[in-house]
């Protein structure tokens, strides 16, 4: 049953103005002052979230993204800022960008925010996918299955230290602790220094490919998943892969438990209204994700055209209506969402957990509205 609701954020930047498909992507540069105006939005929003009473906010960690949209690059500093101006809203560090840390930094940095908080920090892991950010910190993302297998080495050493009195780890990328005399002797072992506030600790990844081998060290170490990007009702497959692989591992579940599945939204009064309004934001939303492999596969030529003015139109890539009536976006009115969820909820007895989301590009005042309007029809619903 459907209880928990959600939303997230990824450091968005208000459009210049809201005709249809503005500046390309390549041209949103950053200055200072636009970079600030990103932590005033997420204020504004973690304020408003707070007294309307959702769950989560939800975070994406990002670096160098200089033409890009997502510009938060450590999340869990932002968490424990922000839960200093809340009361009870969570935030979900989802996803920190784990080979772009070591590891023993981050479960470090977790732990801390896990204290300042009381436990209202959702950690969240992820392999990344930008292969600039990645690489810029020496480690592999060109090479997939290199990448895999150092997050793999360094996730098992993070969920050591987060939950062991004292450990040690011997492999491929790491040995710690580092065989070395110091002060007189060598040590054997390892104590993460503070530990965590929580526990057990909740952690999240983001389920993208439905690999066997990647879902199935999600559930090694009780990891929970998120589905995101619009597809809500098009996630059967992941949906179905995860529930498959808790069972390999002696868990039983009903299908959607143990997930959080992300839906793209926009109200208004009517379906046609909310299309219109929202076009444009789809569009910018479009210039960042088509690229990246959000929206399907893409030619070269397509990608291309998505990166210049007016190119999301000429690109041929799915149109909003269209992702409406196939069902991965949600535009209308309160009462066809509550239908919408209400049908996902049947679909997926298990679900609990659902993150509603404008689309990259929509407006502070936009999104505050539609948080609002959301949390006013929808949710009752299912309270």
């Not at 959600?6 to 208000?14: E, R, T, V």
């Not at 869990?76 to 922000?82: F, P």
């Amino acid at each position: 049953m459907i209880t928990e609701f959600s939303s997230l954020y990824a450091g968005y930047i208000d459009l210049g103005e809201t005709g249809e498909d503005t500046a390309p992507v390549n041209e949103r540069l950053y200055s200072n002052e636009r970079l600030a105006s990103v932590f005033t939005k997420a204020e504004a929003m973690a304020r408003r979230m707070d007294t309307l009473g959702y769950d989560t906010l939800w975070f994406a960690e990002h670096h160098f993204q200089r033409e890009g949209y997502e510009c938060i690059p450590n999340i869990l500093m932002l968490a424990v800022h922000l839960a200093h101006l809340t009361e009870k809203l969570r935030f979900g560090c989802g996803f920190n960008v784990v080979p772009a840390w070591h590891p023993l930094r981050l479960a470090e940095d977790f732990a801390q925010a896990d204290i300042f908080t009381r436990g209202r920090v959702r950690f969240g892991v992820g392999r990344g996918y930008h292969t600039r950010e990645v690489e810029s910190f020496g480690m592999p993302m060109l090479d997939q299955e290199a990448n895999r297998e150092v997050f793999e080495e360094q996730i098992d050493i993070v969920m050591k230290a987060l939950t062991q009195e004292s450990f040690s780890h011997r492999g491929k990328q790491y040995t710690l602790p580092p065989p070395i005399p110091y002060r007189g002797y060598e040590l054997k072992e390892l104590t993460l220094v503070p530990r965590p506030f929580s526990s057990p600790i909740e952690c999240w990844q983001p389920i993208v490919s439905s690999s066997p081998r990647g879902i199935d060290f999600m559930v090694k170490h009780g990891f929970k998943g998120f589905v995101g990007g619009g597809a809500a009702l098009l996630a059967e497959g992941p949906v179905r892969a995860f529930q498959e692989a808790q069972a390999r591992a002696g868990v039983e579940t009903e299908l959607g438990e143990n997930l959080c599945l992300g839906i793209s939204f926009h109200l208004a009064e009517t379906r046609e209204r909310a299309i219109r309004e929202a076009e444009p934001y789809y569009q910018e939303h479009a210039k960042l994700f088509g690229p990246l492999g959000f929206l399907g596969p893409l030619t070269d030529e397509q990608v291309e055209a998505l990166g210049k003015r007016g190119g999301v139109g000429r690109s041929g890539i799915p149109s909003l209506e269209e992702h409406c009536e196939r069902g991965s976006w949600y535009c209308g009115p309160p009462d066809g969402l509550v239908e919408t969820l209400v049908g996902i909820g049947k679909r997926y007895p298990g679900l609990n957990a659902i993150s509603a989301q404008s689309a990259v590009g929509t407006p502070e005042s936009v999104i505050l509205e539609q948080l609002e309007w959301f949390a006013k029809d929808v949710i009752p619903a299912f309270r």
